[in-house]
């Protein structure tokens, strides 16, 4: 394996893998904090201006464990894992931008791969440095970092995993040219598809088109108007990034087909821990009043209890590889 990491400062190759913590060419330390390297001491949380990054760190222990009912959780990232160390083979380098939680990184890692997992919370990487130990030696490395400059060299990684970055990044456009530019030639960009779940009709995914509906209406009535995350909707990502690859194709896999059970007292659990992109820079108490207001609808409309209704889901997620 060649080299992969170059020094922020100053861009010369750092050796190895991990790579060395300081630079030769300017000395540049890259500290370690609890196993995470520090490639940036940008802020997390930055709204303003086009290279707005969201603040995760805030949310980050509640976006972990309320994402998904757990069956689903623990289904969905070794589904996503395997899917993509298949798609991108073993032995090959992988940066899994803006993970998140991280499982996908983790999953991806148990299966042959290379794994950077990189993303600017800190908070985020720390969730994933605890379970640092169910990866094999030496296959995943940690790195807080920018995704608008990739302390990586031109051509140096065989695939970038981007779920669900693109809509949280002010500048898309950006951080697609700067994932190109760490690509090798042919290698690939991987993002989330479209997903799908049925049933539509049942009562539990009205109650949930209910529980959105009222929240936007109650921060609106608070003076919150637009509720938009930063960067591109999936239309747009369709529309924007054949631009930059010369072919793309849709991916499919029964990996990725899931079956679980969701209640509407996950899907508000879900809306309350924020982890949607437009209510990370939210104002605490806003978002609170909104959640009682959504919960005392819904009761009034389903009564006492209704946060309990089960319903059976089959749910379909897709990969959509760009090169
Ligand atoms: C919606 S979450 C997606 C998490 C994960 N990939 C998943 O599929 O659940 C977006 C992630 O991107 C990270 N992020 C946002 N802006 C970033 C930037 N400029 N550089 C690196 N990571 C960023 C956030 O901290 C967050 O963890």
Redesign the pocket.
Known sequence: MGDIFRCPSCGAVLKGWPPSSICGACGRKIPRKGGVLIFTD?P?LKLEGE???????QV?DS?AQH?YPEELDRQIWAGYGKAIAELVGPGRVVL?????????ALEIAKRGCRVIA????LN?LTILSSTLDQAPENSLVLCR????DLPFLDGSLDAV?????L???GNPER?VMEVKRVLKPGGMLIT?GPTERSPTDDIVSEVEMKARRYYGEALRRRGVDELKAPGWTQRQMRENLPKFFRSFKLVESDDLVFRFTETPGWFLRRLGSR?S?FQVGLDQSLHEEAMDEVRRRLEEEYGKGFEEMGQEYREVHRLVVYR
Not at 51 to 57: A, E, M, R, T
Not at 118 to 121: A, L
Not at 145 to 148: D, G, V
Not at 161 to 165: E, Q, S, T
């Open positions: 940008e997390d290279g707005s990054y969201i603040g995760y760190d980050a976006y994402r899994d931008l803006g993970y998140g939680p991280g499982k996908c990189g993303d600017i919370s985020m970092l920018n995704a608008y995993v981007a779920r669900y970055l809509l949280a990044v951080v989330e982890y992109l």
